[in-house]
């Protein structure tokens, strides 16, 4: 199944990538790719990882970060990637 990115989910990856740069520009990078790729992953089993029944959105974890996407009816629409210690009730799914 095809995957695309939301608007804001480029956006975390820059702000993820931005934060971790300040201390490892190459790690950075690095970790970016992997969240890159495992969201991509999620298009060969969407149906794989939990649900967040709050939101109507299922999430992946990847490290301390969760990948956050939403089956449509031909794609996964990556939502949001972000932190896993960050307060979701914020209206950030609200969309």
Avoid: C
């Avoid at 990078?29 to 890159?36: G, H, N, Q, V």
């Avoid at 959105?57 to 960050?86: K, P, T």
């Amino acid at each position: 199944m095809k995957v695309v990115f939301s608007d804001e989910a480029k956006a975390d990856l820059i702000k993820i990538g931005d934060y971790i740069a300040k201390d490892s520009p190459r790690s950075a990078l690095e970790f970016i790719e992997t969240l890159e790729e495992k969201a991509i992953q999620i298009g060969d089993m969407p149906n794989a990882f939990p649900l967040f029944p709050r939101y109507g959105v299922r999430r992946r974890s990847v490290g301390n970060y969760l990948i956050f996407y939403r089956i449509e009816d031909d794609r996964v629409s990556i939502i949001h990637i972000l932190h896993g210690a960050m307060d979701y009730d914020a209206g950030i799914f609200d969309q």
